[in-house]
């Protein structure tokens, strides 16, 4: 998979892809990820890429050139299957969308910035808009480093164990069980007695029973979305 994040604050993700699991991914040849300087497809002499709005209301808007050049740059060179826009307006991102991206071929992502981007990139040049959660971020650079992050960890091979991707928190809309390692007494803190009894459909009911509680107790509406 190839991920293509266009942003005016490129430095900001050298430390997270060269250290984390994106790392990993890219030195396994599982995703490759590339990040461009959308200041680069200015025409400006200062390489600006915003202006004031139209109607005089406060802040600088991205204009729709370099966000179009750019656009044009990558799409010539092959196909995509989404681009997105991070915004806080964006349908709300989530295991299922992350999940679903973890299956496309190449994806670009476009960072906001500023008060926003010009309604025209908008309404011509993207497929998608994503929100990471209910809260406005100086920039899109978080939330395109919170996707990609999300989305590759789920690409085979990605993590050492494949299973554990799988039995992630909200994979079937259900928290994940708790779980253990040595010793099994810490200072008189006991692992429960199951984990230990070797009998593995006995196990694998008590984590389903328990992710249900917790998911319950915890998080009730995802059970309610599983209904839908
Ligand atoms: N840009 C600013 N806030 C954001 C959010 N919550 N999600 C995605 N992009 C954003």
Redesign the pocket.
């Known amino acids: 998979m190839r991920i293509d994040i266009i942003s005016v604050l490129p430095e900001m993700f050298a430390g997270f892809i060269n250290e984390s699991i994106l790392a990993r991914a890219q030195k396994n040849g599982i995703a490759e990820i590339h990040v461009h300087n959308l200041r680069d497809y200015s025409l400006d002499k200062w390489r600006r890429v915003d202006d004031y709005p139209y109607g005089g209301s406060a802040g600088m808007v991205m204009q729709c050139e370099p966000i179009d050049r750019c656009l044009s740059a990558l799409t010539a060179e092959r196909d995509y299957d989404e681009i997105i826009y991070?915004?806080?307006d964006?349908e709300q991102f989530d295991q299922h969308i992350a999940n679903e991206l973890s299956l496309k071929g190449n994806i670009i992502i476009l960072c906001?910035h500023y008060k926003g981007i010009d309604q025209r990139v908008r309404d011509h040049l993207i497929t998608r808009e994503?929100?990471?959660?209910d809260?406005?971020?100086t920039?899109?650079e978080l939330?395109a480093a919170v996707m990609a992050d999300a989305i590759v960890r789920l690409i085979p091979g990605s993590i050492s164990d494949e299973q554990s991707a799988l039995s992630d928190c909200f994979q079937d809309d259900m928290l994940a069980a708790p779980i253990y390692t040595r010793p099994a007494d810490y200072k008189g803190w006991k692992v429960p007695d199951i984990l230990l009894s070797g009998h593995e459909a006995k196990i694998r009911q008590w984590e389903l029973d328990q992710a249900m509680e917790r998911t319950r107790r915890l998080r009730p509406d995802l059970l309610q979305r599983n209904k839908g």
């Open positions: 991070t915004s806080p964006g906001g994503i929100s990471i959660g809260y406005v971020l920039g899109g939330a």
